[in-house]
């Protein structure tokens, strides 16, 4: 019982010592504020700091020149981008995440209830110990709250499950929609080599897209259940102490709200900045993977480690600043979110005995029993503290929603990014080479260009088509040429002078900026890089790419034809070798570069389509083979466009198309000897050539015939 009295006039003590703080506030108002002074100052310094050093990280300094005109923030542009992307996670009524929306607030009620019943039980064990009701105590302490005990476990741990399936049905939804608009056609490249507002990709389709549903989720639940909170707890309180109770205590969460609001930096803003590091150095690791071998062989770790290193200490400069503003900021939330809240509530729960109708509640209420003002006093600290959490929560979710200001900002400009990509529209910033120093922003819609595709089967026909790079940069101004069916084509010049630039406009990576491209539909026209693509999967996969096993047996391929494939490129040893046509490697790494531009050829042989692009695909197979690959492809009536400078691919080639590296090229009719004879005669179905000569601006031979001299193989002038 001492214990008790002693808890009891403690009690009765701290609500004295709140009120008189309270009703002393003039005398300490000026230390209060010279302790905001003091935080707000160093805020503004922080900020201040982390302004500069943003501005002097070149990193930085391009996120930021990209988001001059966009500052991430709670604003008109968050809503407008938020009511994007929010039918995209939330589709209809009629869909699994409303479902989870609406159980997941029926949860949040119940948790509510619980929590009022928790307040009242509460004090009614208090009042069963204050006034030594042993009845009363085992009754509620044990028996009650030993049967509640379930149904708040059960809530509990539902929350907690509701949040997290629904944080992974938002990510879910927009992990497709994110890959289905990245993954169609050839967005991803466009992504990457023409439009140059994404640097990261691959976080924003991870990490950025994760945390985007986890905030939104959380905050869901941190905004709509202070708010159930608010109303029923204010209702609860007002009942118990009067109306002023809550209006009170609201009043005063409003106005720091205010304040916090106004003195809270743009964390939002620097969470975007912090995403784009951390990307950063992700995309510098993840090259060091891509590149160990060139890497090892340069002995470049010591390069890369610095390069590295300077990306993190990036990172950790934005960092740390970023932690000293939240932590100055930190202090300001507390002491108005928490401290000054918690005596406006001693102050609030001293009502009842100390306020305007204390001598009724003395004389109606409590009556003899003082152990009455112990259980309301539990009972109101109880629905008090409820109260004063969810405001807190609710000023706090404020804060929250900056940073999931910045979430919404990377995930929002990728979708639009994606938007615009696939409706033809790309935007590059170009580095000035002016003295300005600005850059220019250019926007290039394919839409308005004047270049112009026809599809037909059978033929590639450039006519007056530039060869530009994605910028506009024109390589050669204007190209003509006509390739029909069974007309092999070798392509020579100088590096950098557009032969994969030509490719890239064939294949339609790159827009056409003028003329007339004829060519066949995508699927009859096949490109073979010198570095070969091998995909996640099988043996069989990596020949049969991007067929999938099922597109290979309706196209009547079985293991067998695939194994006369691989005899074709002198292959078949992989298979025994490997461990059979299911093993899964990793086959950038078990096969050696011949083998891998050999597996490619293999590819072609197996989609045999009406034109193949040849890019240096041979540079690391034996010539013997190399003749091999090349008759076969004949035979199975492909039309090879082949880049490359060995001259021993001549035989193999009715044209050539040479550009001199200065935007002239000349298209010529190659005249062969008997290794010509000897190619053509193996196989050959082409139909007869028409001798067809397009040389575009003056032509000037620098004397260089862009071929390699090969030992033993016959040099340009022998084939002349
Ligand atoms: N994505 C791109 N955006 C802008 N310009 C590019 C792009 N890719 C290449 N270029 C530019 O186009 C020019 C021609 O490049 P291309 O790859 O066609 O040369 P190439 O003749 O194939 O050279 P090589 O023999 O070295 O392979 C280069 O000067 C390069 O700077």
Redesign the pocket.
Known sequence: MNTLTAISSAMVQLDEAAYRLVMSVPEHRKKYLFVLAMTLVSTYVARRKLGRSAARNPLTELVERRRVHRKVGVDAQFLAQLKKIVPICVPGVASKECALLVSLAGILIARTWLDIWFSSFNGVVVRSIVSRDWQLFTKNALFLFGMMMWPMSVVNNSLKLNINMLALAFRSRLTHYAHDQYLKAITFYKVA?LDNRIQNADQLLTQDIDKFSETMTHLYSDIAKPIVDIGLFAYKLGQSIGAEAPLMMLAYFVTSGVVLRAVSPPFGKYTAIEQNLEGELRYNHSRIIAHSEEIAFYRGGEREKQIANGTFQRIKGHLRKVFVLRFTNGIIDSVLVKYCATQLAFFILSRPVFGRNAERYSKEVVGTDSTKIMEDYSTNSGYLINLSQAVGRLVLAGRDLTRFAGYTFRVSEFFAVLEDINSGRYQRTMVSTDPSGINEVRTIDQGSLDGQIVEMDGVIEFKNVPIC???G?I?VPSMSFRVESGMNCLIT?P???????LFRILGGLWPIFGGVLTKPSPRNMFYVPQKPYLTLGTLRDQLIYPDVREDATKAGFDDANLMALLGKVNLEYLVSREGGWDAVRDWADVLSGGEKQRVAMARLFYHRPQFAILDECTSAVSMDVEGQMYRYARELGITLFT?SHRPSLVPYHEFLLR?DGQGNYEFEELKHDGAFAFARNNGDSSPSRPVKMMTEGPYVGDGHDYFEEEEGELSDDELE
Do not use: A
């Not at 590096?495 to 630039?501: F, H, L």
């Open positions: 080599n790079t994605p910028n940069d390589l010049g590096n950098g002078c557009g032969k994969s630039s880049v550009f």
